[in-house]
């Protein structure tokens, strides 16, 4: 079993930056991957990023060279997170952090990640 917590999210004006931290805890988190996905109201959730437990980074067509995922281990915790540059309006959404181990082709499916975190708050304007 994995916790995950989020935090960062907030309120910013289009064209700004905001970086999403995820706590990560349990006993095998170094042999996870670790993910970030987004829900917008009436809208599917969507991948974003995603940081194997090789540490290859994953990322969708619509924040590739915007969004940076990285992550910190230590022995039974982790942290990762997720710069975000240029926002623009339509990356408003709540933001979760995800974890799964159960890596594979379709890591951009959510239904394959196991672990979510509450979910954090990104509110851009324009």
């Known amino acids: 079993q994995v916790q995950l917590v989020e935090s960062g999210g907030g309120l910013v004006q289009a064209g700004g930056s905001l970086r999403l931290s995820c706590a990560a805890s349990?006993?095998?988190?170094?042999?996870?991957?670790m993910g970030w996905f987004r829900q917008a109201p009436g809208k599917e959730r969507e991948f974003l990023a995603a940081?194997?437990?090789?540490?290859?980074?994953?990322?969708a067509d619509v924040v590739k060279g915007r969004f940076t995922i990285s992550r910190d281990n230590a022995r039974d915790n982790a942290t990762v997170y997720l710069q975000m540059n240029s926002l623009k309006p339509e990356d408003t959404a709540v933001y979760y952090c995800a974890a799964t181990n159960q890596w594979g082709p379709t890591y951009y499916i959510s239904d394959l990640w196991g672990d979510w975190g509450q979910g954090t708050q990104v509110t851009v304007s324009s």
């Open positions: 940081n194997s437990w090789t540490d290859s980074t994953y990322y």
């Open positions: 349990g006993r095998t988190i170094s042999l996870y991957a």
